[in-house]
């Protein structure tokens, strides 16, 4: 009993293989007999009928319905299509409207308690900080095209440059990496914006770049002498993204044949009262961190 | 024609397709058309009912193609779960539990030659005969494995079944076929 339930299991899975050996047009019936002598007495009427089958072509439609029906269902998927992009475009537009009104309420709430005020001045040290954070964000929500946020994007990287000097003025370590790396975001973000602005500001924006990241690589140069050594990597590789900004503005000027520069529109960065880094180091500063790579 | 060269390309078109670009469902129709048409053709027996029955999976499908994922589940193994459901909901509306038996209406098929026509016509109706005979699971079987070239593992997928199921199905329902082609039985089933 056992046995014929074992070799009917076997036949079932050889028949399987032939089959596939078959519909692949891999081996022919006698091929597959062949490959099982043992079995051909009952493989061989069911590959028989397999390749009967199989033979029968397939059944078609007439050839007029085919394609008058392809040509119904393009037209559905057609206007299907055009109703799914407005849907999406009605989407994103509520959308947008719905993150300026919750921004507004947000702004009166928290200008009215003060904490914002409060947060302009915080560093990244400081639990005001992730609201400071904020309230620039919510300057994005309200900037309509990627000009506007392309100089959002790079007076917060100003920003986060001074609290960098204010930082290591203040002897003050942690917060040091969050504000470096949101520093390199802001940078690449500008980057990428430009792309997307018109020809006829993208002019301004790159200068802005070229003379923000100048500055930056001066301050950081700057700043990586007086940091202890666990944190000169993270200064090194922030004045690496400096670097590779400010060439691709260079490069990307050069391309588009801008000889003139346009006045600057970036503020300078303000004096901070920095008690360990003197006049005479800021001036000295790359020479000291190419001598110190020597 | 469109042809795949990979999966890749086909996950290509469903993604496009999925997004509302009507050129890619046109190269899915390309893709399926024939195998859903035979497929259910086999399963209705009438040329008229399978062209009408072939455009709603297509409608039904792109109707719901922006809910497929790929979430283990191959795309064909979706498309002919809804061909199948369409003819479930056919035969539930006829009130009919198998297949309708073949008739003239084959000679409606398509515009060849008239000798070529009765060469077909006279295969389609002798298989027909045969696989209407056969249980509703074999006659599934025979129909998606021989007419759809869906592998076990998509057949599996499509009967909710495990692939050891099909491959003994398979194996049960040629046995039967050829008893019935062979004129030793006349009815499979009866015999269920």
């Known amino acids: ?294 | 024609m469109t042809s795949l060269k990979t999966a890749q390309d086909l996950k290509d078109i469903v993604e496009r397709a999925k997004v509302g670009d009507s050129e890619a469902f046109g190269m899915l129709y390309d893709i399926y058309f024939d195998r859903v048409y035979g497929y259910i053709y086999y399963k209705v027996g009438d040329p008229t009912e399978a062209e009408d029955l072939t455009e709603r999976v297509f409608l039904k499908v792109l109707e719901a193609i922006d809910k497929f994922s790929w979430k283990g589940v191959p795309f064909s193994t979706w498309l002919f779960k809804i061909a199948r459901n369409l003819i479930i909901d056919y035969y539930r509306a006829r009130s009919r539990s198998t297949m309708i038996p073949v008739s003239d209406r084959i000679q409606t098929i398509d515009r060849e030659d008239p000798e070529e026509i009765a060469i077909k016509k006279f295969s389609y109706e002798k298989l027909y005969a045969a696989i209407s005979r056969l249980t509703e699971e074999q006659q599934e079987i025979i129909v998606l494995k021989f007419f759809t070239n869906l592998s076990n593992a998509e057949i599996a997928r499509t009967l909710n079944k495990t692939e050891g199921a099909i491959k003994a199905l398979q194996h049960r329902a040629l046995r039967s076929l050829y008893r019935i082609l062979k004129g030793e039985s006349n009815d499979e089933r009866e015999q269920e």
């Open chain 1, 1 to 294: 009993m056992n046995e014929n339930k074992n070799k009917t299991m076997i036949l079932t899975e050889i028949l399987d293989q032939c089959i596939e050996l078959l519909l692949s047009g891999k081996e022919n019936m006698e091929g597959c007999l062949a490959r099982y002598p043992e079995f051909k007495e009952e493989l061989e009427p069911l590959l028989r009928t397999a390749a009967f089958v199989r033979a029968v072509p397939l059944p078609t439609p007439s050839s007029t319905f085919k394609i008058t029906a392809r040509q119904r269902l393009l037209k559905t998927a057609e206007t299907r299509g055009r109703s799914r992009m407005a849907f999406v475009e009605r989407v994103t537009s509520v959308r947008d409207i719905l993150m300026r009104v919750t921004a507004v309420i947000l702004i009166v709430i928290l200008v009215g308690s003060g904490a914002v005020a409060a947060s302009a001045r915080s560093l990244p040290d400081s639990p005001l900080y992730p609201l400071k954070i904020a309230m620039e964000r919510v300057q994005l929500v309200f900037a309509f095209d990627d000009y506007s946020k392309a100089q959002l994007h790079l007076k917060f990287a100003e920003n986060r440059l001074n609290e960098i000097m204010l930082l290591v003025a203040g002897d003050k370590g942690e917060g040091l990496n969050t504000a470096l790396s949101e520093m390199n975001d802001e940078v690449e973000k500008v980057q990428v914006m430009v792309e997307t602005i018109p020809d006829d500001r993208k002019r301004e924006i790159l200068y802005q770049i070229l003379e923000l990241t100048e500055h930056q690589q001066q301050v950081l140069q700057t700043v990586w002498t007086k940091v202890p050594d666990p944190a000169k990597g993270a200064i090194q590789r922030a004045i690496e993204v400096s670097r590779k900004g400010h060439e691709q503005a260079e490069s990307a000027l050069k391309k588009g044949r801008i000889i003139t520069p346009p006045k600057p529109k970036i503020p300078k960065v303000p004096k901070v009262p920095d008690k360990s880094i003197s006049p005479q180091d800021q001036g000295t500063s790359t020479n000291k961190i190419r001598g110190s790579k020597e």
